[in-house]
């Protein structure tokens, strides 16, 4: 994109190849949808094929397919930034990243992991496609009449509620962004985005689609916790039922569909950082941080070689959105016997002993703390370092390289030097 003499936009790429064609590209993968959405994707259409009613289900999975290509970026480029993995292999790239070199990151935008030995990182491209294809589809399916689409009012909860996903990640974690070919957009403008679109998702699943309403409410639990609006984050976070999970599905029918993050330890790329090595809780190993010393050295033939547990196949799922965090933002927001209720709820799940008020000091650092185990490579670690202020790994990391000062993922250039709103 960088060398094109048009300097055209991502989003202009986008429509200039047909969100048809796109879509039902992207589809074919999308192995996890089959048990949202009963539809049977067809083969390539053109963008003017999808004022059929018909494909409406064809828009979502393809929104769908494209958010979970990018999430299955989100997690090992955090755990990367954070040091829940170190670098166990010697190319440039990877390395340059896990030092956090800005130029490095700032000519890369990201992209859908196209191998197993995966060294690239950065996510901006696919979740802007992700939100793109969830915000066009559900500008479609809104010009459909309603008889129609019998599921209209669930198709739009659920395409509003994963454009709300887009958005969170964006503004949670890169410094800024820019949507449309739009000018620069503030984390606080993003986040902002985030929870207006959260709010759609969750009026148009009050009518029976229960599901997305609770992935919804958690993702405006954590927007509002991210603006500041404690109160309005716990509001949402109390109604999300116990149990509730929504996941990211990711399956072996191409590289594409694979869990990244499994593929990036099994390759002996990446290596689970120290402070996640041997946690203990009472004397006993924390089943929430499973991992384990291989007794070998990582592809750079240096590094030892720690392995995650958490995920054991190429097809394990991603937690999108769960009653497990809506309890953890809820501890956060009430502090208190509340948080200590919420924090035992969720330790329960893993038979850990319960907390008690009296012998807590520091609240906020001990559900930080529950958070950073419970949420072990799922992406979150990475933003409760940037809302409050926690310092990213500094001095040497484990190649004896310098990291360089942080504090959130740059615009990459492509947006920069492509979008005349922003400027390079």
Do not use: K
């Given at each position: 994109m960088l060398n094109d003499t048009r300097r055209t936009t991502m989003i202009e790429r986008v429509r200039a190849m047909g969100l048809g064609a796109l879509t039902a590209l992207l589809v074919l993968g999308t192995g996890a949808c089959d048990s949202l959405l009963e539809v049977e994707i067809p083969g390539r259409v053109q963008e003017d094929d999808l004022a059929n009613p018909a494909l409406a289900g064809t828009l979502v999975a393809g929104a769908l397919g494209e958010f979970e290509c990018a999430f299955n970026q989100v997690v090992p480029t955090h755990a990367f930034?954070?040091?829940?993995?170190?670098?166990?292999?010697?190319?440039?790239?990877?390395n340059a990243w896990g030092r956090r070199e800005e130029p490095f990151m700032l000519e890369s935008a990201g992209e859908c992991p196209a191998g197993r030995d995966v060294a690239l990182y950065g996510y901006y491209t696919p979740m802007q496609r992700a939100r793109f294809m969830?915000?066009?589809?559900?500008?479609?399916?809104?010009?459909?009449?309603?008889?129609?689409?019998?599921?209209?009012?669930?198709q739009l909860a659920t395409l509003n509620a994963y454009a709300a996903y887009a958005y969170?990640?964006?503004?949670?974690?890169?410094?800024?962004?820019?949507?449309?070919?739009g000018p620069l957009m503030t984390r606080e403008q993003t986040l902002t985005a985030a929870e207006d679109r959260f709010s759609t998702a969750?009026?148009?699943a009050s009518g029976g689609a229960d599901e997305i309403r609770n992935m919804a409410l958690v993702g405006r639990a954590r927007a509002r916790l991210n603006l500041g609006n404690a109160s309005g984050a716990a509001s949402d976070a109390e109604q999300v039922p116990e149990g509730f999970?929504?996941?990211?599905?990711?399956?072996?029918?191409?590289?594409?569909?694979?869990?990244?993050?499994?593929?990036?330890?099994?390759?002996?790329?990446?290596?689970?950082?120290?402070?996640?090595r041997g946690l203990q809780v009472e004397g006993e190993p924390d089943p929430r941080v499973r991992v384990e010393d291989t007794g070998r050295f990582g592809?750079?033939?240096?590094t030892p070689q720690w392995d995650q547990l958490k995920y054991t196949s190429r097809s394990d799922p991603i937690a999108i959105a769960s009653w497990r965090e809506a309890q953890l933002i809820l501890a956060e927001a009430r502090g208190g016997q509340e948080a200590v209720d919420a924090m035992n709820r969720v330790r329960a799940l893993h038979d850990l002993p319960p907390l008690e008020l009296a012998e807590i000091d520091d609240m906020l650092a001990t559900v930080l703390e529950e958070r950073r185990r419970e949420f072990f490579l799922?992406?979150?670690?990475?933003?409760?370092?940037?809302?409050?202020?926690?310092?990213?790994?500094?001095?040497e990391n484990n190649k004896g390289q310098l990291f360089q000062p942080y504090s959130c993922i740059p615009l990459p250039n492509v947006e920069r030097f492509n979008n005349p709103n922003v400027g390079g």
């Open positions: 930034l954070t040091g829940e993995f170190v670098s166990s292999n010697f190319f440039l790239a990877s969830a915000e066009d589809a559900a500008r479609r399916i809104e010009e459909f009449d309603e008889a129609s689409v019998p599921d209209r009012a669930s969170l990640h964006l503004g949670q974690n890169y410094c800024e962004i820019a949507v449309d070919n969750i009026e148009l999970v929504r996941n990211a599905g990711y399956s072996t029918a191409s590289i594409r569909r694979e869990n990244s993050t499994f593929n990036r330890t099994d390759t002996d790329y990446l290596s689970v950082g120290e402070g996640w592809q750079d033939g240096t799922e992406g979150q670690r990475h933003s409760d370092m940037i809302r409050h202020d926690i310092p990213f790994p500094s001095g």
